[in-house]
């Protein structure tokens, strides 16, 4: 699939992101948000002068942990500390997670 959306939290270095699912005829968007830790940038030299520049996933790191909505996300907002997201869904909720290094738990959904 193809980003949605991204929110950064720089406060613990990962990013939150959501993604478009299902092919042109008809798209979606995902139930899951994934956090990802931030990676170091590299020029081009860089990155073809060490021995993983022919791995993409040496660059493109595995999902710290998902967070898995009830329906389907329509936005994201990140609090300044990095410790709430909160989500709003398709179905005029708003969830509410608190995060922690590796996981995350919903505090509450409230309808909008």
């Not at 980003?3 to 959501?18: I, K, L």
């Not at 940038?41 to 040496?58: L, Q, R």
């Not at 790191?61 to 967070?67: E, H, L, M, N």
């Not at 869904?89 to 969830?95: A, F, G, K, Q, Y």
Request: with cysteine.
């Amino acid at each position: 699939g193809a980003f949605r959306m991204m929110e950064m939290d720089g406060c613990h270095q990962r990013v939150f992101v959501n993604f478009i699912i299902g092919g042109s005829a008809a798209p979606f968007t995902s139930k899951c948000i994934y956090a990802y830790p931030m990676v170091n940038w590299h020029t081009e030299d860089e990155i073809e002068s060490t021995s993983n520049a022919s791995s993409p996933s040496s660059y493109f790191p595995s999902p710290t942990f998902a967070i898995h909505c009830q329906k389907p996300v329509s936005t994201i907002a990140l609090d300044a500390t990095g410790e709430t997201l909160l989500v709003a869904t398709r179905s005029n909720t708003l969830e509410i997670w608190d995060l922690a290094e590796k996981a995350a738990s919903r505090r509450g959904v409230v309808p909008l």
